[in-house]
């Protein structure tokens, strides 16, 4: 530790920091523009000016910039010094000069940091009346706004979406007072991140283009602390709500998980939850469709499940409580995975080694530690987006390492990147085509699926000779797996990537091989697998049959009726395989919230909460178990948590009384003592009794304005505030004011701090962890609990079939997903169906780019248009997975490939 002086008074501090997040971790109010805790400092906006001492008989000083100063012992410096203050209400003056002072029509107005800072600094109000400097906006896109006049120059933009994200379209242009940020022309922004612009920006710049289309002031929203529902990395966000209508989704900070960041689906995607595809009304179908009240819906029910066969289908984007409520119903041994054997199989590879003990599987802010990175069959971009940003980090710190040995902070963001130039860490990639992180990597090889397991396999024998590899590889990747193998070894921190996007189970199984070989008993390697949805893990760790199965049952007449949980069944299987699993049922009870052809063949339709009207636990990649909980109770009472429905449907049917209904912790509870593998879930948040000096957490803000007034076209007199008995938080302003358990943190405020840079006031330290640690629970051992033994199921080498292409599916981070293309900026941003093709297969076939292709797969037939792609290997084709139009495709999948006859 060092010592430190400030204002007189002595600081134990860490050394290696710079003076200004250590003023900010001490609690001091030192005002900046340009540095993020996240990107470092380069010393632009002179905004944090503070005086510093040689020793503590200087009465002098000289003015420095907190955040270009390491910090040191024995320093003495002032923060409150008269030099210094004028000097940082002269700077914000100066950067304030040409700013339209547009608050009341800003989005950012009343969260905006220029505002905090300029308050902090005692500039007050404007002295120059002379004529200002003006910019031509740009449009960038359906996602971000653009307000150029509102910039001071901090340069955060470009260094985050450059620097820090690998965008290439967005840059700094001119010079002297006329600097501009934006594109070289109008367009839509390419950057997979570029929604964070909206908060790393101090001012108005760039805004939330989907909040302004139903806009409200920041602190007149509800909020609660969420999981972000569209991947497996389980983000953390905070969802705003504003007149029943879901408003905006923004980053909650998790220092082990996403960080500062979140992607451009996690923060845009939310869309869903206000669709008109929403349902509203239960409904039994009969000759007639009829929309049912509660009673008469029970009275139905009560007869089916009782007298019936009924079995249960689980889904992999439903919570915890969901999926358990569902199996209390129908019972263990009646409760399968709504997912394909195939996807099941993968599933069980992948818990079959994460449970071993032997491998670690490490979170988001371990992966950015990385040194060496291979990547096997996986599209990071597409399928886990943060990961791919954190390994972008991995790499550029990686020449950081020499840095230090010539003195050069970790910290200095100029000095560390004019020192690296463009050199980097090791990052191989083995794909079926070219990935967006191959820009970064060391090397890249396009292969079929088969043969990046074999490469695999290759890789973990070189580096243990008793591990199985084939026995037929060619000079040339035998030489580049020793070559791997060589750089994986010498790694201090090594990393495997891998995930079920392929739909191969020899490349998991070789990554596995590859772990193994890499670690030992104590030196545990690190491997990462990427799962399809956001709870596929707690999904996989409920150990239930496969959809396949279910669909046995009911062919073999042993089931009758099946209740559907949050999942569209034609998204997991071919068309007709799940025409035949419908036809085989005689009632078909569907809970879900949208409508989708699961929907369509339901005779019992009860619509449900969203992950914003519901509460819930999931489990990410890497076996965090985390918890989200309601934003707001929906004006339509029949939008009821899918376990509450669930839990009620038990009540009648077991005849156990309304006393008796549990709530979301007892449901863990219970699950927990029947299931061992989720001990430590039930401790992932607080529980609903949870209380500060006797109050709950208030959702809404301190500042939350027109409670009184929003219900005034329907009563005059104010509505008493929804109780929340399932959880601490209450849907009022009122209660404890004070910093609530990382967990529930709704939002971020405190005094003089409106911004979202308030979240220095929750940290232990200033880009460290959350005061008393990040939410979350990992539930994997860490201890080896099996005997460690390598796995064997080395394929033979890809041959073209002739006549026949080997389908893979290309993931799209804008429309694979299914609940997020309910926004339009997602659709805008989607691609249209296409099929890519190797080169000479094109050429074979006389296709020519955009020709139109007859595709058949098993029997269903589509006509796409052709992409020729020279990455992908002969014999391989390519559609993009789950996009509308191509969904329902059984993978993996083999297709004949004709040029159409027009």
Same mark, same amino acid.
């Given at each position: 530790m060092a010592a430190i002086y400030i204002d007189g008074k002595v600081y134990e501090v860490k050394p290696g920091k710079n003076l200004l997040e250590t003023c900010l971790t001490l609690g001091f109010n030192l005002p900046y523009f340009c540095w993020h805790p996240a990107m470092g400092s380069v010393g632009a906006c002179r905004q944090c000016a503070i005086k510093l001492f040689k020793d503590e008989q200087d009465t002098n000083g000289r003015i420095v910039m907190s955040c270009m100063e390491a910090v040191k012992d024995n320093m003495y410096l002032s923060v409150n010094d008269p030099t210094a203050k004028a000097f940082r209400s002269q700077v914000i003056e100066w950067l304030m000069t040409n700013h339209p002072h547009d608050c009341a029509v800003c989005d950012?107005?009343?969260?905006c940091h220029l505002q905090d800072m300029t308050v902090m600094t005692g500039h007050t109000y404007r002295r120059f009346q002379y004529k200002k400097r003006t910019y031509k906006n740009q449009y960038l896109g359906p996602f971000i706004n653009h307000e150029m006049?509102?910039?001071?120059?901090?340069?955060?933009?470009?260094?985050?979406?450059?620097?820090?994200?690998?965008?290439?379209?967005?840059?700094?242009f001119a010079a002297h007072d006329h600097v501009y940020f934006g594109r070289a022309q109008d367009g839509i922004l390419e950057n997979e991140f570029s929604g964070n612009l909206a908060e790393v920006c101090p001012t108005g710049v760039f805004t939330d283009k989907t909040l302004k289309?139903?806009?409200?002031?920041?602190?007149?929203?509800?909020?609660?602390?969420?999981?972000?529902?569209?991947?497996?990395?389980?983000?953390?966000?905070?969802?705003?709500?504003?007149?029943?209508?879901?408003?905006?989704?923004?980053?909650?900070?998790?220092?082990?998980?996403?960080?500062?960041?979140?992607?451009?689906?996690?923060?845009?995607?939310?869309?869903?939850?206000?669709?008109?595809?929403?349902?509203?009304?239960?409904?039994?179908?009969?000759?007639?469709?009829?929309?049912?009240?509660?009673?008469?819906?029970?009275?139905?029910?009560?007869?089916?499940?009782?007298?019936?066969?009924?079995i249960g289908i689980a889904s992999p984007r439903a919570s915890l409580e969901t999926n358990f409520a569902l199996m209390q119903l129908v019972g263990k041994e009646n409760f399968y995975q709504g997912i394909s054997e195939n996807e099941a199989q993968l599933m069980r590879t992948i818990l079959h080694t994460v449970n071993s003990g032997y491998i670690h599987t490490p979170s988001l802010k371990e992966s950015e530690a990385a040194d060496a990175i291979l990547i096997l069959g996986e599209d990071l971009t597409n399928t886990a987006p943060l990961l791919a940003l954190a390994l972008r980090q991995a790499v550029s710190k990686k020449p950081f390492e020499n840095a230090q040995q010539i003195n050069i902070p970790s910290w200095h963001d100029a000095a560390l990147r004019e020192f690296a130039q463009q050199e980097r860490g090791e990052l191989f990639i083995a794909y079926p085509t070219q990935t967006k992180l191959d820009e970064i990597a060391s090397g890249s090889l396009h292969i079929s699926p088969d043969d990046i397991a074999r490469l695999g396999f290759t890789i973990a024998n070189c580096l243990n000779n008793t591990?199985?590899?084939?026995?037929?590889?060619?000079?040339?990747?035998?030489?580049?797996?020793?070559?791997?193998?060589?750089?994986?070894?010498?790694?201090?921190?090594?990393?495997?990537?891998?995930?079920?996007?392929?739909?191969?189970e020899a490349i998991l199984k070789a990554a596995s091989n590859i772990a193994f070989a890499l670690g030992t008993k104590d030196e545990k390697a690190s491997l990462c697998f990427v799962v399809p949805e956001c709870n596929s893990m707690g999904l996989a760790m409920m150990q239930a049959?496969?959809?396949?199965?279910?669909?046995?049952?009911?062919?073999?007449?042993?089931?009758?009726?099946?209740?559907?949980?949050?999942?569209?069944?034609?998204?997991?299987?071919?068309?007709?395989?799940?025409?035949?699993?419908?036809?085989?049922?005689?009632?078909?009870?569907?809970?879900?919230?949208?409508?989708?052809?699961?929907?369509?063949?339901?005779t019992v339709l009860i619509p449900v909460g969203t992950f914003a009207e519901a509460d819930g636990t999931m489990v990410n990649n890497e076996g965090r178990a985390q918890c989200f909980f309601q934003v707001f109770m929906p004006k339509n009472e029949n939008l009821r948590e899918s376990w509450r429905w669930l839990d009620e449907f038990r009540q009648f049917k077991n005849?156990?009384?309304?006393?008796d209904l549990t709530t979301p912790d007892d449901l863990l509870a219970e699950m927990v003592a029947l299931m061992p593998q989720f001990k430590g879930a039930e401790t992932v948040a607080p529980p609903a009794d949870f209380r500060i000096s006797g109050q709950k957490i208030p959702r809404e803000p301190h500042r939350y304005s027109g409670r009184t007034a929003m219900l005034a076209n329907i009563n005059v007199s104010e509505p008493k505030p929804p109780e929340d008995p399932d959880s601490a938080l209450s849907f009022t302003m009122e209660g404890f004011k004070g910093m609530p358990p990382a967990p529930m943190i709704p939002f971020y405020w405190a005094p003089g701090w409106n911004s979202v840079?308030? +979240? %220095? !006031?929750?940290? &232990? =330290?200033?880009?460290?962890?959350?005061?008393?640690?990040?939410?979350?629970?990992?539930?994997?051992?860490?201890?080896?609990?099996?005997?460690?033994?390598?796995?064997?199921?080395?394929?033979?080498?890809?041959?073209?079939?002739?006549?026949?292409?080997?389908?893979?599916?290309?993931?799209?981070?804008?429309?694979?997903?299914?609940?997020?293309?309910?926004?339009?900026?997602?659709?805008?941003?989607?691609?249209?169906?296409?099929?890519? +093709? %190797? !080169?000479?297969? &094109? =050429?074979?076939?006389?296709?020519?780019?955009?020709d139109t292709v007859q595709v058949q797969i098993g029997d269903q037939h589509y006509e796409l248009p052709a992409r020729i792609n020279e990455e992908l290997p002969e014999g391989v084709a390519g559609v993009p997975f789950n996009i509308p139009g191509l969904s329902g495709i059984g993978w993996p999948a083999k297709g004949i490939l004709t040029k159409a006859v027009i």
């Amino acid at each position: 530790m060092a010592a430190i002086y400030i204002d007189g008074k002595v600081y134990e501090v860490k050394p290696g920091k710079n003076l200004l997040e250590t003023c900010l971790t001490l609690g001091f109010n030192l005002p900046y523009f340009c540095w993020h805790p996240a990107m470092g400092s380069v010393g632009a906006c002179r905004q944090c000016a503070i005086k510093l001492f040689k020793d503590e008989q200087d009465t002098n000083g000289r003015i420095v910039m907190s955040c270009m100063e390491a910090v040191k012992d024995n320093m003495y410096l002032s923060v409150n010094d008269p030099t210094a203050k004028a000097f940082r209400s002269q700077v914000i003056e100066w950067l304030m000069t040409n700013h339209p002072h547009d608050c009341a029509v800003c989005d950012e107005g009343g969260a905006c940091h220029l505002q905090d800072m300029t308050v902090m600094t005692g500039h007050t109000y404007r002295r120059f009346q002379y004529k200002k400097r003006t910019y031509k906006n740009q449009y960038l896109g359906p996602f971000i706004n653009h307000e150029m006049n509102r910039c001071i120059q901090c340069y955060r933009c470009v260094r985050f979406y450059k620097d820090y994200a690998g965008g290439k379209d967005l840059d700094v242009f001119a010079a002297h007072d006329h600097v501009y940020f934006g594109r070289a022309q109008d367009g839509i922004l390419e950057n997979e991140f570029s929604g964070n612009l909206a908060e790393v920006c101090p001012t108005g710049v760039f805004t939330d283009k989907t909040l302004k289309e139903h806009y409200t002031r920041k602190w007149d929203m509800t909020m609660a602390p969420s999981i972000c529902q569209h991947c497996s990395l389980g983000c953390n966000i905070i969802a705003g709500e504003r007149y029943g209508e879901l408003r905006q989704i923004t980053s909650r900070f998790n220092g082990e998980v996403n960080g500062y960041f979140i992607c451009d689906r996690g923060r845009f995607g939310y869309e869903f939850v206000n669709s008109i595809n929403r349902i509203q009304q239960p409904l039994i179908r009969s000759k007639i469709p009829d929309a049912a009240d509660k009673q008469s819906l029970y009275s139905h029910l009560k007869g089916i499940l009782s007298n019936n066969k009924v079995i249960g289908i689980a889904s992999p984007r439903a919570s915890l409580e969901t999926n358990f409520a569902l199996m209390q119903l129908v019972g263990k041994e009646n409760f399968y995975q709504g997912i394909s054997e195939n996807e099941a199989q993968l599933m069980r590879t992948i818990l079959h080694t994460v449970n071993s003990g032997y491998i670690h599987t490490p979170s988001l802010k371990e992966s950015e530690a990385a040194d060496a990175i291979l990547i096997l069959g996986e599209d990071l971009t597409n399928t886990a987006p943060l990961l791919a940003l954190a390994l972008r980090q991995a790499v550029s710190k990686k020449p950081f390492e020499n840095a230090q040995q010539i003195n050069i902070p970790s910290w200095h963001d100029a000095a560390l990147r004019e020192f690296a130039q463009q050199e980097r860490g090791e990052l191989f990639i083995a794909y079926p085509t070219q990935t967006k992180l191959d820009e970064i990597a060391s090397g890249s090889l396009h292969i079929s699926p088969d043969d990046i397991a074999r490469l695999g396999f290759t890789i973990a024998n070189c580096l243990n000779n008793t591990a199985p590899a084939p026995g037929d590889m060619d000079d040339d990747r035998l030489k580049l797996a020793r070559h791997v193998a060589d750089i994986l070894k010498n790694a201090k921190k090594p990393l495997i990537i891998c995930g079920t996007s392929l739909s191969n189970e020899a490349i998991l199984k070789a990554a596995s091989n590859i772990a193994f070989a890499l670690g030992t008993k104590d030196e545990k390697a690190s491997l990462c697998f990427v799962v399809p949805e956001c709870n596929s893990m707690g999904l996989a760790m409920m150990q239930a049959p496969s959809l396949n199965e279910a669909a046995k049952v009911l062919e073999n007449g042993e089931a009758d009726t099946v209740v559907i949980v949050e999942n569209d069944l034609y998204r997991r299987g071919a068309k007709k395989d799940i025409d035949s699993f419908f036809d085989h049922c005689k009632q078909v009870i569907v809970l879900d919230h949208l409508h989708n052809d699961t929907t369509n063949r339901a005779t019992v339709l009860i619509p449900v909460g969203t992950f914003a009207e519901a509460d819930g636990t999931m489990v990410n990649n890497e076996g965090r178990a985390q918890c989200f909980f309601q934003v707001f109770m929906p004006k339509n009472e029949n939008l009821r948590e899918s376990w509450r429905w669930l839990d009620e449907f038990r009540q009648f049917k077991n005849g156990v009384g309304p006393e008796d209904l549990t709530t979301p912790d007892d449901l863990l509870a219970e699950m927990v003592a029947l299931m061992p593998q989720f001990k430590g879930a039930e401790t992932v948040a607080p529980p609903a009794d949870f209380r500060i000096s006797g109050q709950k957490i208030p959702r809404e803000p301190h500042r939350y304005s027109g409670r009184t007034a929003m219900l005034a076209n329907i009563n005059v007199s104010e509505p008493k505030p929804p109780e929340d008995p399932d959880s601490a938080l209450s849907f009022t302003m009122e209660g404890f004011k004070g910093m609530p358990p990382a967990p529930m943190i709704p939002f971020y405020w405190a005094p003089g701090w409106n911004s979202v840079q308030s +979240i %220095n !006031k929750y940290q &232990a =330290e200033v880009g460290g962890a959350l005061q008393g640690g990040d939410p979350g629970k990992r539930l994997f051992p860490e201890t080896p609990v099996t005997e460690n033994a390598f796995l064997n199921n080395v394929p033979p080498a890809f041959k073209p079939s002739p006549g026949e292409w080997l389908l893979v599916p290309f993931p799209h981070i804008f429309g694979s997903e299914e609940l997020s293309i309910y926004t339009c900026g997602i659709a805008e941003r989607s691609p249209k169906p296409y099929i890519a +093709i %190797n !080169k000479h297969d &094109a =050429e074979n076939l006389n296709i020519n780019e955009s020709d139109t292709v007859q595709v058949q797969i098993g029997d269903q037939h589509y006509e796409l248009p052709a992409r020729i792609n020279e990455e992908l290997p002969e014999g391989v084709a390519g559609v993009p997975f789950n996009i509308p139009g191509l969904s329902g495709i059984g993978w993996p999948a083999k297709g004949i490939l004709t040029k159409a006859v027009i």
